[in-house]
């Protein structure tokens, strides 16, 4: 199984480690700590959003050391992408652990909106084009959507945080990946339901090289770098080599392997 990780402080965060509730937490919209200890002492878990692929893969198990295995909920969306290879990875990554994740349609997404992630056809961007803000992979609304998702199953189980894998650095350009959105979803899930939701982004200021980093430490090197799917097509593991997804794995992978992270 796992490789225990001896120092919490030197993974998840640059933020110490006071409480379970304070690991995975880079700042926070409203200061209710005090309040939520009382409310939370006795059982207080997360849900994680959980796409199979590297990033949220590394946040499953950063979770399941701060919440304990049974207080974790994984979901994963279905929001026809172009493969379901990523929702596989996270259904055998959940089945070989012990997670006892959900997954849900999503798949209006595509009915609203067009992204060449969802599309069945056409070309999909391997580098943000000129002139434009993100590449056509950019699903609008997607990260609003799950993190309101992952908000409810969280508050219908009386857990007050949500995990999400986004990085606003080595990232592609998306406007819901970044901590201004993160911290505005925030406070708007908890004033929708008039119940704190902290949403934690442990990766948000990593690079993809010290995201390796992480993994290595949590003992999931292997299972990140063989069983998990980052690529827009799809592809396990190193993925199909030509993507932006697949790009930005391998310099990030590269540097982890010449030490700089
Ligand atoms: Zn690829």
Redesign the pocket.
């Known amino acids: 199984m796992m490789k225990s990780v001896q120092n919490n402080e030197s993974v998840l965060n640059n933020t110490s480690v006071r409480n379970n509730k304070s690991v995975l937490n880079n700042t926070s919209v409203q200061d209710k700590e005090s309040a939520q200890d009382n409310e939370t002492d006795q059982k207080d878990g997360a849900v994680v959003i959980f796409s199979g692929g590297q990033d949220s893969t590394t946040c499953l198990f950063l979770a399941e050391k701060v919440y304990g295995k049974e207080n974790i909920i994984p979901v994963s969306f279905f929001y026809g992408q172009r493969h379901a290879k990523e929702l596989e990875a996270a259904e055998k990554i959940c089945k070989e652990f012990g997670f006892h994740g959900i997954s849900l349609p999503l798949d209006f997404l595509n009915t609203i909106s067009v992204s060449s992630l969802t599309e069945k056809t056409g070309p999909i961007d391997t580098e943000i084009p000129e002139g434009e803000n993100y590449p056509n992979t950019f699903v609008p609304g997607r990260n609003l959507f799950f993190l309101t998702i992952a908000g409810v199953i969280a508050k219908n189980n009386g857990y007050h945080h949500v995990i999400t894998g986004v990085s606003e650095v080595d990232f592609s350009g998306y406007p819901d990946c970044r901590e201004n959105f993160i911290r505005s979803a925030e406070e708007t899930i908890t004033f929708a339901m008039d119940y704190d939701i902290k949403i934690h982004t442990p990766l948000m200021h990593k690079t993809k090289a010290q995201i390796w980093k992480t993994a290595e430490e949590l003992g999931i090197i292997d299972l990140v770098h063989h069983e998990t799917v980052t ?3 799809g ?1 396990l593991g190193e ?5 932006l ?2 790009a930005l794995r391998r310099k990030g992978w590269e540097e982890y392997k010449d030490g700089k992270y």
């Open positions: 690529c827009y097509n592809i993925g199909c080599g030509d993507c997804a697949c």
